[in-house]
């Protein structure tokens, strides 16, 4: 429901470079200059692209490869700079390079949250709506004991089951954001002149988003914890169909203790808006931090080349990182809560994480988000809001993981292309 990709990240883009140096070779392929400060305008203006010359922040970089004052530029006019190693403006492979590595940092990056952690937040969810359960599912060890026994007796779509209708909910949950904000005054971003006015109407637009997206919300709830004995082969549309349903009470049939909408929408939106400030915090705070440390590697003269390009798409990655952790880790209970009072009255059979087979009917009566916690409390304790903890570890490590490897291909890729 919360998309984790940073709104700043951008794994394509960046300005200047090799185009202002092209129309300059081709506009004056003959023009010498006579002075320094000539010179100066086109090698000692700090470009913001990655693989710039200027490696260390106030510096200006030697001007490698550059005739002297009074000698004419030489050359064809398409390429002014050819090579692009030594120091000088990057050649056409090594901007390639860039923009390559940025689009797959991003993609790989996407893939991990989306795809590689899907079955640890299908046996979260399942673990924390299973009331019955004895065993918490505190650590990773556990967990991974159970992932092995319900990928043995049911195969390996029992893992992996509901993950279309995730990607329909992130799709509803921006789109309605977008139109919402189009036919609205409700801001969709915050400029740094903010008030407490923008910042309660952008807050406003979050909330009427998680609104919209509620039902969808809850049948992909229940496609992610239904078990895959009883489960009937779906189509990916089924989660529109039952966001619909559910909203115009029609489609599959639901019991008495059914919750309605209107009394989902409390821990629903708050669990949104609480998610959505502590990832932007969090986020904000990193970055900042990773920027300062940037700055004091560049006056220290430490940076490599490789280093700088690095510290061009990273820091971001790194920044959404621990802001999906912290939320998720600091939110815990309250999405324990808020899963259970979706998942109520639906009919959902859930696997047994007890014992890795058979299955159990979902059968609470809460009446509320408050009667929900104060049953959590006396019959299951404290630890009964943390119930399948051990998968949120697991999932940030493999993320943890894959940035790294990431990095090092990235790096490896640099390097020999240098």
């Known amino acids: ?64 490869g ?36 940025g689009f797959g940092i991003g993609l790989a990056s996407l893939f991990t949250e989306n795809v590689l952690a899907h079955p640890c937040i299908v046996l979260r969810r399942q673990c924390q709506v299973n009331y019955h359960a004895r065993h918490y599912h505190l650590t990773p060890f556990t967990v991974i004991n159970i992932m092995y026994s319900f990928n043995k007796t049911q195969g390996p779509r029992a893992l992996w ?19 919402i904000s189009e036919f609205t005054p409700l801001p969709r971003e915050i400029s740094h002149k903010w008030n407490p006015k923008q910042i309660g109407e952008h807050l406003l637009l979050k909330s ?53 909408l209107l009394s989902l929408i409390f821990p629903t939106v708050l669990h949104g808006v609480l998610h959505y400030i502590i990832s932007s915090i969090i986020q904000k705070f990193v970055l900042l931090i990773l920027k300062r440390k940037t700055y004091s590697s560049h006056l220290a003269e430490s940076t490599s080349p490789v280093q700088s390009m690095l510290d061009a798409y990273f820091p971001e990655l790194i920044a959404n990182f621990a802001a999906s952790l912290c939320s998720d880790v600091i939110l815990y209970p309250l999405e324990t809560v808020l899963h259970r009072l979706h998942i109520q009255g639906t009919r959902t059979i859930i696997d047994n994480t007890d014992l890795g087979y058979e299955v ?33 570890i697991i999932q940030y490590t493999l993320h943890a993981a894959v940035l790294q490897i990431t990095k090092i291909i990235y790096s490896t890729l640099l390097q020999n292309s240098a």
């Open 360 to 392: 159990l009917p979902i059968n609470t009566q809460y009446e509320g988000m408050r009667d929900c916690i104060n049953t959590i409390r006396q019959e299951e304790g404290v630890l009964g809001f943390y119930k399948g903890f051990g998968a949120v």
């Open 161 to 179: 089951k509901g993950m279309g209708s995730t990607f329909i909910v992130q799709g509803v949950t921006l789109g309605a954001e977008g139109i």
């Open 208 to 260: 009427l988003t998680y609104m919209v997206a509620m039902p969808f919300y809850s049948a992909s709830l229940i496609e992610t914890v239904q078990s895959e004995i009883i489960r009937d082969n779906t189509g990916i549309l089924e989660c529109v169909k039952e966001g619909i349903g559910r909203v115009i009470g029609l489609g599959v049939p639901h019991s008495k203790r059914l919750l309605p």
């Open 66 to 101: 550059v005739p002297g004052p009074s000698t004419p530029l030489e050359g064809p006019a398409e390429e002014p700079f050819p090579g692009g190693g030594g120091g000088g403006v990057p050649g056409q492979s090594t901007e390639q390079l860039n923009r390559f590595a």
């Open 1 to 64: 429901m919360h998309p984790r990709r940073p709104d700043g990240f951008d794994g394509l883009g960046y300005r200047g470079g090799v185009r202002d140096e092209q129309g300059f070779g081709g506009a004056f392929p003959a023009r010498s200059f006579s002075s320094a400060s000539d010179l100066s305008h086109w090698v000692t203006t700090p470009p913001d692209i990655p693989g710039s010359r200027n490696l260390h922040w106030g510096e200006k970089s030697p001007p490698y």
